[in-house]
């Protein structure tokens, strides 16, 4: 089964900044999708950020502005870029794309825990 890999988790201070990746094997790409989702334990996951490859890139609620969200195709890596963390984004993240095939291909996640 074909998974992704996220990397870049770790402790950040309030106010900080983190940069995420997500490997992708080449062979999905050109990829049509490429998202981000976080949880927080008792939380439902929520959305974070959406590149897609005829749009610009859409952001969750508070989000526009401090994260940021690409794609490096030369390098089969898709990035979040967090910038000024705040403890209440302490969570999972998760990288998920859709490419041609038509089918969702997702990783097991990174933590990231903001500190006060």
């Known amino acids: 089964q074909v998974r992704l890999v996220e990397s870049g988790g770790g402790l950040v201070q309030t106010g900080g900044s983190l940069t995420l990746s997500c490997a992708v094997p080449g062979s999905l790409f050109p990829l049509t999708a490429a998202e981000w989702n976080r949880q927080s334990p008792g939380n439902q996951r929520e959305f974070v950020a959406k590149s897609t490859s005829d749009g610009p890139p859409v952001y969750g609620d508070s989000l526009k502005g401090r994260f940021t969200n690409s794609v490096d195709n030369a390098k089969n890596v898709v990035y979040l870029k967090m910038n000024s963390v705040k403890p209440e984004e302490t969570s999972v993240y998760y990288c998920?794309?859709?490419?041609?095939?038509?089918?969702?291909?997702w990783g097991r996640g990174t933590q990231v825990n903001v500190t006060s």
């Open positions: 998920d794309v859709y490419c041609s095939d038509r089918k969702y291909y």
